[in-house]
């Protein structure tokens, strides 16, 4: 753990926290600048607007000014000599054009909160009283509501047959009825189909049945006879009935001794044990 804050990559290595400070401090000098500037901007054209105003001022008194002055001059009276009459006549009524908006923005802020309520028709409109309306104007009021009304019930029969469809669908789709039906639709056709298969193979299999077990019993009666025939002869030979008489055996022909050559005894002996197991095979 002691490792990690030294590596490149770490947040806490000490490269990576100068760095971060350094980027916020100049963040928030760019936003103390732009801030500023906006200020500088607002300033510069309340400026132009108050020597816009004044300037628009001077050329409206100044007619009025000459002859006040002549007045003056002719009833021989002396007063003080005013350098900025504009200046201090603007700081006494204050900026009249600016207080007024900002109080229409206060009343517009407080009438959009509620806080502000007006018991006769909002400002900036112009509303007729009834009683000095003529004929014309209110039939054409109450056509104008009519028309409003019917326009009105058109959208909110066509809303509510929308809402209905919607939620006959919704019901639809959470009903599990209908799955329950759906499943039993699909349940019915593979049914069906089922059916038709074993009855398209109990056909097929109606033509070849036939043939099939008349083969069937006689291979089975085959195998029994066989079966029959070859117990029958371990039987006989068990008993000694299927042997075959003795022949009388020349001399050469009578196997060796086995106390002489036991050899060829042996040889003998396995020779006819392999030729009697054949012929119990054979039978």
Do not use: C
């Amino acid at each position: 753990m002691n490792i990690l804050p030294k590596k490149s990559w770490h947040v806490r290595n000490k490269d990576n926290v100068a760095r971060v400070r350094r980027d916020e401090a100049q963040a928030a000098e760019e936003e103390r600048e732009a801030k500023r500037r906006v200020e500088r901007a607002e300033q510069e054209a309340r400026t132009e607007y108050l020597r816009r105003k004044s300037r628009a001022a001077l050329q409206s008194e100044g007619g009025q000014y000459d002859e006040d002055e002549g007045q003056s001059r002719g009833s021989g009276t002396l007063e003080h000599l005013n350098l900025f009459p504009l200046e201090e006549s603007s700081e006494k009524k204050g900026n009249e054009e600016y207080l007024k908006e900002k109080k229409d923005e206060k009343e517009k802020q407080e009438r959009a909160i509620g806080l502000l309520v007006s018991l006769g028709p909002q400002p900036g409109t112009e509303v007729t009283p009834w009683y000095m309306k003529t004929g014309k104007e209110k039939e054409k009021e109450e056509r104008k509501d009519q028309e409003e009304k019917k326009e009105k019930e058109k959208r909110k029969g066509v809303s509510e047959e929308e809402r209905e469809k919607k939620d006959r669908r919704l019901k639809d789709s959470l009903d599990p009825l209908n799955d329950m039906k759906k499943a039993l639709a699909v349940k019915e056709r593979k049914h069906h189909k089922s059916k038709k298969s074993e009855k398209r193979d109990r056909g097929e299999k109606r033509s070849s049945g036939e043939s099939s077990i008349e083969r069937l019993r006689a291979e089975r009666l085959q195998r029994e006879a066989e079966e029959r025939r070859r117990a029958q002869s371990l039987l006989d030979q068990r008993n000694g009935k299927g042997k075959e008489q003795t022949k009388e055996v020349m001399e050469r022909e009578r196997p060796y001794n086995s106390a002489y050559f036991p050899e060829l005894a042996r040889k003998r002996q396995r020779r006819d044990r392999d030729s009697w197991r054949d012929e119990i095979l054979k039978s």
